[in-house]
């Protein structure tokens, strides 16, 4: 029998410089897996960084972007003037605002005359920024006969596109007109405040810098989240987009969070585990990756046509409720899954039931995972547009749907209103009709609707580049709103687990 060889001494180190090599190769493996996982996170942060800052720049106009519109909801017309009034001694005068020229062509002669005092004879288009008809620049020897005076400026924007010709627009800074208010109403003279803005109802055209005015209405402020939809992208905003879009929101929450926690916590807890019970979660899971638009064509023929819910408020929110519905689902089982047995155990053995160990232990400690689950849910849906234009969405809504706060007011009915006319024809001395309650809480889901990822689509499918503003603007929005619901499901999940105690 041969007897092993003995090992040299230089074996046992050996083995411990290959240990080290191994120890060595390990660490800068470790390293280098960090590294690359920190630049892959940086790298995805500043193209998030890019995006937002590239949207902001570009939307930032229409963000700050305000205007006047009459308090009365009147609108204006070509005889409507708009601007601040001053009390000058026993007079008045109106500053307008820069106002565009719009028939000016960009010449020599015309560059010649940026930043001098030029007269305009035409008639002023009223409205936030009054469009002025140019038929005549006046040199110095014909000022006296314009009917508006200023300062020309001109502006060049760069084109959109390359190869496109950059856009050059005049504009006017006028002087001070002076107004005669002896024809406005004794009841109106009372908006007549210095240093606020009014809008004038002409009597005739401006001549020589004066007018008279025989009526005066209040300005108010409108910006880009007071305004509606209008084909002037200066005065466009998102006002019923994002009241549509909270509304359906709300429908989807209500329509599918309940719901999907209800499945989960039956498929996970109640469920027996069968062959129809993995049929259903095999189903579930696909159903998660089924594109949006599948879910817009099932609820036009389910919820549009069979029964006949309309192009609603709730149309929208049920579609969207199922298309998030597995997401919930599978977000409250992985969340109830991950819940020791220990703790179920636990309970029973204590004399619990099964529903007094789920409502008292299983769903407190895995609801930061629920809540979770159902935030993300509720940020994808907010994006969503294939199924909402699928059952008719509309790109242009310039009302609110009926606000279902306070749920009852008081309304004289059509027939009540009917009579009354009826019997004053007969007696004028007939009492009027009491308003009867009328329960309004429902009204505002059958209205409809449009929320922001369409109003954005329209908006960038329209050539004026301000309407491309106004597009990036409605994304920097959205995607405040989602980065805001992510960053509250992270917080929700922080503070519900630190205050679990296993």
């Given amino acids: 029998m041969t007897e092993p060889t003995p090992p040299t001494p230089d074996a046992p180190m050996r083995d411990v410089a290959a240990l080290r090599r191994n120890i060595a190769s390990r660490k800068r493996a470790d390293k280098s897996f960090f590294i690359s996982g920190a630049l892959i996170i940086f790298v995805s942060l500043g193209i998030l960084a890019v995006l937002f800052g590239n949207l902001l720049s570009e939307g930032w106009p229409a963000l700050t972007q305000t205007y006047y519109t009459k308090a009365d909801k009147s609108g204006f017309g070509r005889d409507d003037l708009g601007g601040e009034i001053t009390r000058v001694g026993d007079g008045w005068t109106v500053q307008i605002p820069l106002a565009t020229l719009s028939d000016i062509k960009d010449s020599d002669v015309s560059k010649g005359l940026v ?15 009054p469009q002025i008809i140019v038929r ?12 508006i005076t200023g300062t020309l400026e001109r502006t060049q924007t760069p084109p959109a596109k390359p190869g496109d010709e950059a856009e050059v627009v005049y504009n006017i800074l006028p002087g001070p007109l002076a107004v005669n208010v002896d024809k406005i109403p004794a009841e109106e003279k009372s908006a007549l405040v210095s240093g606020t803005p009014v809008a004038f109802k002409m009597d005739d055209r401006v001549k020589e810098g004066r007018f008279t005015a025989r009526s005066v209405s209040p300005l108010i402020t409108k910006n ?50 069968n062959r129809l019970t993995s049929i259903i979660e095999i189903n579930i899971a696909n159903l998660a990756g089924v594109p949006s638009i599948i879910w817009g064509l099932m609820a036009l023929g389910l919820f549009v046509y069979t029964l006949a819910l309309g192009r609603s408020v709730l149309t929208a929110g049920l579609t969207l409720g199922l298309l998030v519905l597995p997401i919930v689902i599978i977000a409250t089982r992985e969340a109830i899954r991950s819940i020791p047995n220990t703790i179920r155990e636990a309970s029973i053995g204590l004399g619990a039931t ?24 509720m940020s994808r849906a907010i994006g969503e547009t294939a199924p909402l234009v699928t059952i008719g969405a509309l790109t242009f809504i310039a009302f609110l749907p009926r606000s279902p706060i306070p749920p009852i007011q008081r309304e004289i009915s059509v027939e009540q209103q009917s009579t ?83």
Avoid: C
């Avoid at 409502?359 to 993300?376: A, E, F, K, Q, V």
């Fill in 420 to 502: 009354y006319d009826l019997a004053v024809a007969k007696d004028p001395s007939t009492p009027p009709p009491q308003p009867q309650l009328h329960f309004t809480g429902g009204e505002w889901l059958t209205s409809e609707f449009t929320v922001m990822p369409i109003q954005l689509f329209q908006w960038v499918s329209r050539p004026q580049l301000e309407f491309h503003q106004n597009a990036a603007a409605t994304g920097v929005v959205l995607l405040a709103m989602t980065l805001t619901l992510n960053g509250l499901a992270i917080f929700l999940r922080f503070r519900l687990r630190r205050n679990l105690k296993w």
């Fill in 115 to 129: 930043g001098k005092k030029v007269g305009i004879v035409g008639r002023l288009r009223g409205g936030a920024i």
């Fill in 354 to 377: 099964k529903w007094q160990t789920i409502r008292y232990h299983i769903l407190p400690y895995s609801m930061p995972g629920i809540l979770t689950g159902s935030i993300i849910a």
């Fill in 224 to 273: 880009f989240f007071t305004s509606f939809p209008s084909r002037n992208p200066g005065e466009a905003g998102i006002l019923s987009a994002w009241v549509g879009t909270l509304l359906v929101m709300l429908v989807t929450m209500l329509a599918a969070i309940p719901l999907g926690a209800a499945a989960g916590i039956y498929l996970e807890e109640y469920a027996p585990k």
């Fill in 136 to 147: 005549e620049i006046g040199l110095a020897d014909q000022i006296a006969a314009a009917d």
